[in-house]
């Protein structure tokens, strides 16, 4: 029902910035959560930041509060992840997903984008 691609990864430097997009089609969002999760070599997947695009509803893993930044934008049917302060611990594919709001599944994945921070 909804297909997403993300872009936006690329190689920075420690304390950089970088901003994800996810463009999404095949389904108005007013009723899904948009999330954004990450996964480095070794390591389980990880919820980084999600919200609900019509109830605005928005969270952040404690390991990138004050430092990443969701939003969401409507007439361009896009969710964006901006990321400032990045750690080489940030270093990860990240990938979107979604799911209804009311749901706990995220049903419908991106192929991923892959970001690098160097020390």
């Known amino acids: 029902e909804v297909q997403l691609v993300e872009s936006g990864g690329d190689l920075v430097q420690a304390g950089g910035s970088l901003r994800l997009s996810c463009a999404a089609s095949?389904?108005?969002?007013?009723?899904?959560?948009l999330g954004w999760f990450r996964q480095a070599p070794g390591k389980e997947r990880e919820g980084v930041s999600c919200?609900?695009?019509?109830?605005?509803?928005?969270y952040y893993a404690d390991s990138v509060k004050g430092r990443f930044t969701i939003s969401s934008d409507n007439a361009k049917n896009t969710v964006f992840l901006q990321m400032t302060s990045l750690k080489p611990e940030d270093t990860a594919v990240y990938y979107c997903?979604?799911?209804?709001?009311?749901?706990?599944?995220?049903?419908?994945w991106g192929q991923g984008t892959q970001v690098t921070v160097s020390a």
């Open positions: 997903a979604s799911r209804k709001s009311w749901n706990t599944d995220y049903d419908y």
């Open positions: 095949g389904d108005t969002l007013d009723d899904y959560a």
């Open positions: 919200i609900t695009v019509r109830e605005g509803i928005i």
